[in-house]
């Protein structure tokens, strides 16, 4: 995480000392995805081992919901944008880059090691002395020492396997979260959903759109975690889909042709479709976080979480690779799509409010699972 939080620090000196040259910025972003990349699987992994089964769907959640807030901020700013003003936009990006960087260095020193990893050392001292740290007040007691039992049941189990039954326990929860995460996160923020916000609020003037879209993602993704610990995920997680589905749908058929995005009022139109769609994606982004998080096997988890992630990314290139300047093609099939993987999903999504990640991955491995 250290390490991640210095390149992002790289970055942001980059964008800030030589905003107006495009291979230094090319290099900047290369960076601060590569920080991103490192990031995000120790993460997910250490939260979803940290957290107490009660919280495990807020810490997890909090992945996504910074995504959100990123891509919220530069929304915003953005758009508002003089570009006469002698002040590069990416300079500003550097600078929060900076600040950023910094305030994730500061936060490193308060990072509590999973206990997971510490039992899978053998170190069943300094495994129950962070589950202490972990709770309010900060002493061990008969529930911490239940926990620590917990842990170490789950260890054991997971320790018992071969690497190649890890592999094999993971192939469907993989499936599944291609599915849940790689595919629906690559169409809630794509090349072509990105321009039709660009088309839309450029024919109507709306220079307000991308801001109240960004605010429309964190209002969605902070309800998101109000619920992932307090309601069933199984519906609340799958619903958002139909909706954003239809809202593709919506769009696409607005981007058909030049008749139509020369259109004032089908402009109108796609501005607020566009903006409730991000409800949506914000409310639904969190859910992809917890369920990435419980789905694999200990001894396969890094590698298998690293497949979706890279997968997630390689659809975004393709995308940007095959776009095209009439889109709304390619928004009607994801539309269509993801209505399906609604359905389909019923059926294949276990929930897993309140469960141990021993049941949880039980449930992910299960192909039918309707509770």
């Known amino acids: 995480m250290g390490f991640s939080s210095l390149l992002v620090l790289v970055g942001g000196i980059l964008f800030t ?12 972003r290369y960076i601060n995805g590569i920080a991103i990349g490192l990031a995000i699987i120790p993460f997910l992994m250490n939260a979803s ?14 992945e996504q919901y910074s995504i959100s807030l990123g891509i919220a901020i530069q929304m915003i700013y953005a758009s508002y944008w003089d570009p006469n003003v002698d002040f590069a ?11 950023y960087a910094l305030l994730a260095l500061v936060s490193v020193m308060t990072i509590v090691e999973s206990p997971v990893d510490q039992i899978r050392k053998g170190n069943d001292t300094a495994a129950l002395e962070t589950l202490a740290r972990l709770r309010r007040p900060a002493y061990v007691t008969v529930e911490t020492q239940a926990l620590l039992e917990q842990h170490k049941s789950y260890v054991r189990e997971e320790e018992n396997l071969t690497l190649t039954e890890s592999f094999s326990r993971g192939f469907l929860p993989l499936i599944k979260l291609l599915l849940l ?12 959903l990105n321009m039709s916000i660009y088309f839309s609020s450029t024919i109507t003037s709306y220079t307000w759109a991308p801001t109240v879209s960004g605010i429309f993602r964190l209002l969605g993704g902070f309800i998101g975690i109000l619920m992932v610990d307090n309601s069933n995920r199984k519906m609340a997680s799958i619903f958002p889909l139909a909706a ?3 809202f593709l749908i919506g769009l696409g058929s607005l981007f058909q042709s030049t008749t139509n995005m020369s259109n004032y009022d089908d402009m109108v ?18 859910y992809t976080s917890i369920y990435i998080g419980e789905a694999f096997p200990l001894r396969a988890k890094p590698t298998l979480m690293a497949v979706v992630v890279i997968v997630e990314q390689i659809l975004q290139i393709i995308f940007i690779e ?3 300047y009439l889109f709304g093609d390619t928004l009607i099939t994801q539309g269509i799509i993801t209505v399906i993987l609604f359905f389909a999903l019923i059926a294949l999504l276990p929930e897993t409010r309140n469960t141990t990640l021993t049941e949880a991955q039980r449930r992910f491995r299960t192909l039918f699972t309707l509770r």
């Open 17 to 28: 000392s030589d905003p107006y040259n495009y291979n230094t910025t090319l290099a900047a």
């Open 49 to 62: 081992e940290i957290a107490d089964i009660g919280y495990r769907g807020a810490c997890l959640s909090v």
């Open 89 to 99: 936009a990416n300079r500003l990006h550097g600078i929060l880059d900076i600040i």
């Open 181 to 192: 995460r790689s595919m629906m996160l690559t169409f809630c923020f794509s090349i072509p």
């Open 244 to 246: 954003i589905g239809c």
């Open 269 to 286: 139109s796609s501005v607020y479709l566009y903006m409730f769609l991000q409800l949506f994606a914000g409310f639904y982004a969190p």
């Open 322 to 324: 095959a776009y095209n």
